[in-house]
C-alpha cells in the first residue's frame, strides 16, 4: 500500500476502506508517515468529509494507536460525561459526585483548559493538596471504594490523536466534523467506560457556534458510539453566555460546591440534572429520567451529593475544609467591580470574550504549556435577562496581578441591553441513536 494513492483517492472524493485507514494511523504513529503528507490527507477530509464507516473506523483505529483502560473490574455499568467545552463549566464537579451517590460508578478522565475554555483538572487543582495524577490501579480502586475517581488523562490513551490534534492544529484543518468527532470519541472509548452523555456546546463560548453543525458533530458522535456497541445520547446545550455566574478555577469551585449544597444558578443546577437523570437510566440505577430526577433532587437535598464530593477530596489529598470555608481557596490579589454605563435588561451576554477575559486576568493559557493562576477569574453578578441599572455592578474580576483597564472595557462590551426580558432555552435538543 502507498499513501500516495490514499490521498489521490481522498482528494479526488472517494471513501477509504478499514485497511487504508489503520495503514495511515499506524503508519503515522510510527513516524513513517511525514507530516506533509498527512497534512494534505487531513485538508482532504477537511474538504471532502468522511462516510459514517470512515469516520467508525478512523476512531477505532485511534483508539487502537495506545492503551485502553479496562473499567471491568468496578462494578455496574460505568457511565462517562463529555463536554465539547465552554466559559463556566463546572458541571463536572457537581455531577460526578452527584451521579456517585446516586449509585452510578463515576470513572472520570478530563482535561486541562486551553484558550478562552475552562478544564476541571485546572478548577480540581485550585483544592490545596488535591492531585489528579493516579495511576491507572489507584483510579480503578478509587472508584471501587468510593465510587467516584477524577484524573488527568493519561499520555497513552489514543496517542494518534494527540499527535494528529497537533498537526491539525498547525494545518487550519480542526474544523472538520468527522476530525473533532473521531479525535473525541477515540479518547472516551479508551478510558473504557459503557456508556457516555455528550454535552455538545452551542453559541459564542462554543467550539461550534451554529446549530446545525453541532447537530451534525452530536449525530456523528452518536454514530461513532453505536458503531462501538456504547450507548451514547448527546445534548445540545446553549453556550451563548457563561454557565453559571463563575468563571475561573477557584471561583468555579465555590459555585459548584455550592450548587451541591443546592444554592446554586439556576442553568447550572438545570443542566446537570438533565444530563445526570441521563446518566442515572444509562447506568440502569433509575427506571424513568423522572425518577431519576427525582433521585439526584434528593442527593441534593440530603446532603449525600455534598458528602460525595468530600470523600472524592479526601481521597484525592486535598483539603475537605474547602467545603465550609472558602478562604483556604485560592484568593485574588486585585479584585474590581465593573459598573454598567446602560440601564435597561441584560439582553446578551458574549461567553467568548468573558472567557478571554478570564484567560487574561490568568485563569486560563493561551499555549498549551502556560502557568495559570487559580485565583483568577470573572465573577458576573448580571446574566441575560436581569434588570441592570445604570452604574450597577455588571462583574468582579479577579486577579494576581493589577488589572488594565482595557479587560474592564471588554467586560462593558460584552453585555448587550434592551428594554424587555427575553429569555432563551439552555437545553436545546437530545439526540439519541434511532
Ligand atoms: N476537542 C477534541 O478533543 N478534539 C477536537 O478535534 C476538537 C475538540
Not at 459598573?339 to 451576554?349: C, F, I, T, W
Request: charged share 20%.
Amino acid at each position: 500500500m502507498r499513501f500516495v494513492d490514499i490521498l489521490e483517492k481522498k482528494r479526488d472524493g472517494q471513501a477509504l476502506t478499514t485497511e487504508e485507514i489503520n495503514f495511515m494511523i499506524r503508519g503515522y504513529v510510527a513516524g513513517e508517515i511525514p507530516d506533509y503528507q498527512m497534512s494534505a490527507l487531513c485538508m482532504a477530509i477537511y474538504f471532502q468529509g468522511m462516510t459514517r464507516q470512515e469516520t467508525i473506523d478512523l476512531t477505532m483505529s485511534m483508539v487502537h494507536s495506545g492503551d485502553t483502560l479496562d473499567l471491568s473490574g468496578i462494578p455496574g455499568i460505568k457511565v462517562d460525561k463529555h463536554s465539547t467545552g465552554g466559559v463556566g463549566d463546572k458541571t463536572t464537579l457537581v455531577l460526578g459526585p452527584l451521579v456517585a451517590a446516586c449509585g452510578a460508578p463515576v470513572a472520570k478522565m478530563s482535561g486541562k483548559g486551553l484558550g478562552h475554555t475552562g478544564g476541571t483538572i485546572d478548577k480540581l487543582a485550585a483544592i490545596p493538596g488535591f492531585s489528579s495524577e493516579l495511576s491507572t490501579e489507584e483510579f480503578v480502586q478509587q472508584v471501587r471504594n468510593i465510587g467516584i475517581a477524577v484524573a488527568g488523562q493519561t499520555k497513552s490513551l489514543a496517542p494518534a490523536d494527540k499527535q494528529l490534534y497537533s498537526l491539525r492544529d498547525v494545518t487550519a484543518t480542526v474544523d472538520s466534523i468527522p476530525l473533532i468527532a473521531s479525535s473525541i470519541m477515540s479518547k472516551k472509548l479508551a478510558a473504557g467506560a459503557d456508556g457516555f452523555v455528550l454535552d455538545v456546546k452551542v453559541g459564542s463560548g462554543a467550539f461550534m457556534q451554529d446549530l446545525s453543525q453541532a447537530q451534525e458533530l452530536a449525530e456523528t458522535m452518536v454514530g461513532i458510539g453505536q458503531g462501538a456497541g456504547r450507548s451514547v445520547v448527546a445534548y445540545l446545550t446553549a453556550m451563548d453566555q457563561p454557565l453559571g455566574y463563575a468563571v475561573g478555577n477557584s471561583l468555579e469551585v465555590i459555585e459548584a460546591i455550592e450548587t451541591l449544597k443546592g444554592q446554586g444558578p439556576s442553568d447550572l443546577t438545570e443542566l446537570c440534572l438533565t444530563l445526570g437523570s441521563e446518566m442515572l437510566v444509562m447506568a440502569k440505577q433509575a427506571d424513568s429520567i423522572d425518577q431519576a430526577r427525582d433521585m439526584l433532587d434528593q442527593a441534593i437535598a440530603s446532603g449525600a451529593a455534598l458528602d460525595k464530593f468530600r470523600q472524592l477530596i479526601v481521597a484525592q489529598g486535598g483539603d475537605p475544609g474547602v467545603i465550609d470555608d472558602f478562604s483556604l481557596l485560592p484568593q485574588a490579589t486585585y479584585r474590581l467591580e465593573v459598573k454598567s454605563d446602560h440601564q435597561g435588561y441584560v439582553a446578551g451576554l458574549d461567553a467568548r470574550t468573558i472567557g478571554n477575559v478570564s484567560m487574561h486576568l490568568g485563569a486560563g493559557r493561551r499555549h498549551k504549556d502556560d502557568a495559570i493562576d487559580l485565583s483568577a477569574g470573572v465573577l458576573l453578578h448580571k446574566k441575560v435577562d436581569d434588570l441592570c441599572r445604570r452604574g450597577e455592578t455588571l462583574a468582579t474580576l479577579h486577579s494576581a496581578k493589577p488589572i488594565e483597564q482595557a479587560l474592564v472595557d471588554l467586560v462593558q462590551q460584552a453585555f448587550g441591553f434592551s428594554e424587555a426580558a427575553d429569555s432563551s432555552p439552555l437545553v436545546l435538543e437530545r439526540i439519541a441513536a434511532e
